[in-house]
């Protein structure tokens, strides 16, 4: 049985940044959405498109790889 790393997140700000997993920085759908100024159909469309980062689901939220989607999002402007 592995033993898990538990974090204690001290301030308000902390908890509301969402997950870090492994020190990867990762970015949950709302936050993307904002980022990239899209809706959450758009956004829909992109993680059911060929390519797109899988997020992973905690809670029932998606976070998202941000160099993995800054990745793919380069990766289109090439493509056009």
């Given at each position: 049985m592995r033993k898990r790393k538990i974090t204690v997140l001290t301030r308000k700000e902390d908890a509301r940044?969402?997950?870090n997993f492994e020190g990867g920085d990762f970015i949950p759908g709302p936050k993307l959405r904002a980022k990239f100024g899209i809706s959450a159909v758009t956004l829909w469309r992109w993680r059911?498109?060929?390519g797109f980062p899988a997020a992973?689901?905690?809670n029932g939220r998606l976070y998202?790889?941000?160099?993995?989607?800054?990745a793919w999002i380069a990766r289109?402007?090439?493509a056009a």
């Open positions: 940044q969402g997950p059911h498109e060929n992973k689901v905690i998202f790889p941000v160099t993995a989607v800054s289109q402007g090439d």
